[in-house]
Nanobody, 125 residues
Framework: EVQRVVSGGGLLHPGGPLKFSCAAS????????MSWVRQAPGMGSAWVSA????????YQTDSVKGRFTISRDNAKNTLYLQMNSLKPEDTAVYYC??????????????????WGQGTQVTVSS
């Protein structure tokens, strides 16, 4: 399973930084593209950011560009999400997920087959 290790989750003020990590244990982490997906209150899940397995190229949804950074350490089987300049609209449960497909259909959530447990982030003044 994809286990989740979170540092700094919970209730944060707008503008604050936060970093997540996600440790994978049952698949060859370095062989797969990985993503962060979030689910805001009362909303469906939405893709946030992805990182390719080999070259490490990253992609983000427009609402987080310039604020969130996805990274990975294949030697540690760990995925990270650095979140800066947090906004109340970033309030959501955040999940790491393993992309099972090829290409870059990262927004298609049916293309993920392993998910972390999720952790709540609340941004409020």
């Amino acid at each position: 399973e994809v286990q989740r290790v979170v540092s700094g989750g919970g209730l944060l003020h707008p503008g604050g930084p936060l970093k997540f990590s996600c440790a994978a244990s049952v698949f060859t982490f370095g062989s797969y593209d990985m993503s962060w997906v979030r689910q805001a209150p009362g909303m469906g899940s939405a893709w946030v950011s992805a990182i390719k397995s080999g070259c490490g190229t990253t992609y983000q949804t427009d609402s987080v560009k310039g604020r969130f950074t996805i990274s990975r350490d294949n030697a540690k089987n760990t995925l990270y999400l650095q979140m800066n300049s947090l906004k109340p609209e970033d309030t959501a449960v955040y999940y790491c997920a393993k992309f099972k497909g090829t290409g870059m259909y990262y927004r298609d959530l049916a293309m993920y087959d392993y998910w972390g447990q999720g952790t709540q982030v609340t941004v409020s003044s």
